[in-house]
C-alpha cells in the first residue's frame, strides 16, 4: 500500500532563507507525486506535480521539488522564502494506472517564517 | 468557472443530530472524493466515488454515508453525529482517467467546518 512521510512537523526559517520540506514515499512503482500548500482557513492548492520525465518539477511561487526514486523521496524546495509562504506543505502520492485515483497524504508540514 | 464548491462553510451540531455536506464541481469529473482533516493527521479519505452511481468506502468510513446524486454533485451524511466527527471536510475532484491529457491532481472545496458537541 502507498504511504507518505513526512518527517518535519513543524519548521521555522527566517524571511529570504532557503526552504526545502522532505517527503519520503513508499510504492511498488513510480507514483503520480503531488505538493499542495494550504494557507489557515483555506482549501488545498496545488504547488506541484510529478508524472514522468525530468525529476526536478518547477511550481508556482517559485517551488521546486526533486523526484529521487532512488531515495523514493519528493523534497519541496524554494531558494528565498517569503512571510507569505507561511501555510501548511502536504505531500501526496498517486498509484499509477489507477482509475480510482485515490491520493495518500502525508500528515503535512507547518511552515513559520520569521520577518 | 467556480471549481469545488462545498456548503456549508461551517457548522455546529449536537451529538445525535444529523446532517449533510453538499459538494458540486463544475469541471466535468468523474471521480469525486471526501476528506476530513483533523491536526497532525493530514487528509483522511472517507468515501470516494469513480463515476456517477459508484461510490467506495476509504480509510475511515465509519459513520458517514454518502451519494453521488449526479456527475457534479457528491454529499456526504451524517446521519448521528459524534463529538469524533468535529473536523474540517474537504471535497475534490479530478480528471478523468481515460482522457490522453489527464493530470491526476484532484482540485479541492474550501472545505466545511464541523464541530460537534
Known amino acids: 500500500a502507498q504511504s507518505v512521510t513526512q518527517p518535519d512537523i513543524h519548521i521555522t526559517v527566517s524571511e529570504g532563507a532557503s526552504l526545502e520540506l522532505r517527503c519520503n514515499y513508499s510504492?511498488?512503482?513510480?507514483?503520480?507525486l503531488f505538493w499542495y500548500v494550504q494557507s489557515p482557513g483555506q482549501g488545498l492548492q496545488l504547488l506541484l506535480k510529478?508524472?514522468?520525465?525530468?525529476?526536478l518539477v518547477q511550481g508556482i511561487k517559485g517551488f521546486e521539488a526533486e523526484f529521487k526514486r532512488s531515495q523514493s523521496s519528493f523534497n519541496l524546495r524554494k531558494p528565498s522564502v517569503h512571510w507569505s509562504d507561511a501555510a501548511e506543505y502536504f505531500c501526496?502520492?498517486?498509484?499509477?494506472?489507477?482509475?480510482?485515483?485515490?491520493?495518500?497524504f502525508g500528515r503535512g508540514t507547518q511552515l513559520t517564517v520569521w520577518p | 468557472n467556480a471549481g469545488v464548491t462545498q456548503t456549508p462553510k461551517f457548522q455546529v451540531l449536537k451529538t445525535g443530530q444529523s446532517m449533510t455536506l453538499q459538494c458540486a464541481q463544475d469541471?466535468?469529473?468523474?471521480?469525486m472524493y471526501w476528506y476530513r482533516q483533523d491536526p497532525g493527521m493530514g487528509l483522511r479519505l472517507i468515501y470516494y466515488?469513480?463515476?456517477?452511481?459508484?461510490?467506495d468506502k476509504g480509510e475511515v468510513p465509519n459513520g458517514y454515508n454518502v451519494s453521488r446524486l449526479n456527475k457534479r454533485e457528491f454529499s456526504l451524511r451524517l446521519e448521528s453525529a459524534a463529538p469524533s466527527q468535529t473536523s474540517v471536510y474537504f471535497c475534490?475532484?479530478?480528471?478523468?482517467?481515460?482522457?490522453?491529457?489527464?493530470?491526476?491532481?484532484?482540485?479541492f472545496g474550501p472545505g466545511t467546518r464541523l464541530t460537534v458537541t
Open positions: 466515488s469513480a463515476s456517477e452511481g459508484t461510490t
Open positions: 475534490a475532484s479530478r480528471d478523468p482517467a481515460d482522457r490522453r491529457d489527464v493530470t491526476y491532481e484532484q482540485y
Open positions: 510504492y511498488g512503482a513510480t507514483p503520480y
Open positions: 469541471m466535468n469529473h468523474n471521480s
Open positions: 501526496a502520492v498517486g498509484a499509477r494506472g489507477s482509475t480510482l485515483g485515490r491520493l495518500y
Open positions: 510529478y508524472f514522468s520525465g525530468d525529476t
